[in-house]
């Protein structure tokens, strides 16, 4: 029974009803090369559904639609990825990071700058190695933490659309 029923001349429509597809895109596929006829608008069930089958789950025998439909769909999936990225703030555009870190090494390359200025007053004189340091690397780590502390939120751009 197996062997008669895969061995069935079915028509387009039929096909197209049992591969939830229009009888369109069954004609389409049978241009393609996908789906071999045996008549006009007719189709041996078995060899025709296993094709169908092939080419639903994107096999060697994928249409080129096929192919850019699963293209799309990752592209979209994509995109929504990184929209919710957006949405939790796990992402900033480069534009945003670039300003940022030009503040951040702004504030710090000021406040080193300023460590002789500050420190000068303190070692006019002094002799002696080890509170020569112990101030250096005090007006060093000052200057640091100062800089570790400052806001650096990116400034509104007002060609963001966003």
């Known amino acids: 029974m197996t062997d008669d029923l895969a061995a ?3 028509t387009d ?18 241009e393609a090369g996908t789906l071999t006829r ?27 639609l096929t192919a850019e439909r699963v293209r799309k769909l990752r592209a979209d ?5 990184l929209e919710l990225a957006k949405a939790r703030a796990l992402v900033a555009p ?3 990071l670039e300003s940022v870190w030009q503040q951040a090494c702004g504030v710090i390359r000021t406040n080193m700058l300023l460590v002789p200025r500050r420190a000068v007053s303190s ?5 002696d190695e ?31 659309e966003d």
């Not at 999936?77 to 990825?81: G, P, V």
């Not at 070692?123 to 002799?127: H, N, Q, R, V």
């Open 94 to 96: 480069i534009a945003e």
């Open 123 to 127: 070692l006019i004189g002094e002799t």
């Open 8 to 10: 069935l001349h079915v």
């Open 38 to 64: 045996v008549a006009r608008n007719r189709f041996v069930l078995g060899d025709s559904f296993a094709a169908l089958v092939e080419e639903m789950a994107g096999g060697d025998k994928a249409s080129e």
């Open 13 to 30: 429509a039929q096909l197209a009803a049992l591969a939830g597809v229009t009888p369109r895109r069954i004609r389409q596929l049978a």
């Open 130 to 160: 080890a509170r020569f340091k112990q101030v250096l690397t005090d007006e060093i780590t000052l200057a640091l933490a100062t800089a570790a502390e400052a806001d650096f939120t990116p400034e509104d751009d007002p060609t963001d």
């Open 77 to 81: 999936a994509s995109l929504a990825e």
